[in-house]
């Protein structure tokens, strides 16, 4: 089998870390977050702190049911190292809105201004991900971008839902 070349490696790295169930949920479970710390937070630190430590807590609760379910099997480093590379994903997405929250409390911009940033960031992360979904079937290229558009669209529905309901 011939080695992969740099960009092939690059797409696969990528694809791993940022196309898994795992990392689209931890993507949404993450602004969730921070549209929940807008609401009673003083600054964009104290957003990202609120947030991170919340997705970190879903991340460790992701690799505990991996791990509880497959430790029988695989036994239990294993089962804990798969859950682990499993849910990754939920933290390396979350990297653009972190960002984006860091740049915020860097420059000090009000936390409104940090959360909406840090919504823009993440509906642009949907929308590479859509476009790349429809790209990867082949789709035209107005297909791929209404796909990017609607995929977006879509998660920011569903952060919008999840905040409501908390």
Do not use: N, Q
């Not at 990528?14 to 931890?26: D, K, L, N």
């Not at 480093?77 to 933290?91: D, F, K, Y």
């Not at 290229?141 to 879509?154: D, N, P, S, Y």
Request: net charge positive.
């Amino acid at each position: 089998m011939a080695p992969l070349s740099r960009w092939a490696r690059v797409r696969a790295w990528f694809g791993v870390r940022f196309r898994s169930p795992a990392a689209i949920y931890g993507l949404i479970v993450f602004a969730a977050f921070v549209s929940i710390a807008d609401d009673h937070t003083e600054d964009a630190w104290e957003v990202l702190a609120s947030s991170s430590l919340s997705l970190v807590v879903f991340f460790i609760a992701h690799v505990f049911a991996h791990t509880l379910t497959e430790h029988a099997t695989h036994g239990l480093r294993h089962a804990t190292r798969e859950g682990m590379r499993h849910g990754a994903g939920m933290l390396y997405a979350s990297v653009p809105s972190i960002l984006v929250l860091v740049w915020a409390g860097v420059t000090g911009v009000s936390v409104s201004d940090a959360y909406e940033a840090c919504m823009w960031a993440t509906f642009a992360v949907l929308a590479l991900l859509g476009y790349g979904a429809y790209a990867r079937r082949k789709a035209r290229i107005v297909v791929r971008l209404l796909g990017a558009f609607a995929t977006a669209c879509l998660g920011i529905f569903i952060i919008a839902l999840e905040y409501a309901v908390h």
